[in-house]
């Protein structure tokens, strides 16, 4: 996988070198498409709604051992804009030198596009 995921919203997220795994992003289900010529190489991740109590039961597994609260993310809106704003606000709030405040704050961003998007993907570079 590549250090960008390029999200079919327009949400761009870079992961954050020597401390983030990109393989992150498999930790909330979806479905991986892999690239034919490098097997086991994921070019592309999609999610469809139906993820939610997939990613939903990470992200508070996550929240429990990072001693936070889910964010209410119905206060956000449903658009790229309040997504980056549920960002921002989670990267004000965690401590960002923490595996785990990094996959946490990936989650959130998945879960809350796919409030508002019916098949959410991400391509990768990098």
Request: aromatic share 14%; hydrophobic share 35%; net charge negative.
């Amino acid at each position: 996988m590549g250090r960008y995921a390029f999200f079919n919203t327009g949400l761009d997220y870079t992961f954050i070198n020597g401390i983030q795994q990109t393989q992150d992003i498999l930790e909330f289900g979806g479905k991986e498409h892999i690239q034919a010529t490098e097997p086991g190489v994921s070019d592309m991740i999609s999610w469809t709604p139906r993820d939610l109590p997939v990613i939903l039961q990470e992200l508070t597994a996550l929240a429990k051992e990072l001693e936070v609260s889910l964010p209410n993310f119905e206060g956000y809106d449903y658009t790229v804009g309040g997504t980056y704003n549920l960002k921002n606000f989670l990267g004000d709030s965690l401590d960002l030198d923490y595996i785990l405040s990094y996959r946490y704050l990936l989650g959130c961003i998945i879960y809350h596009q796919l409030l508002y998007t019916p098949e959410l993907s991400a391509n990768f570079r990098g």
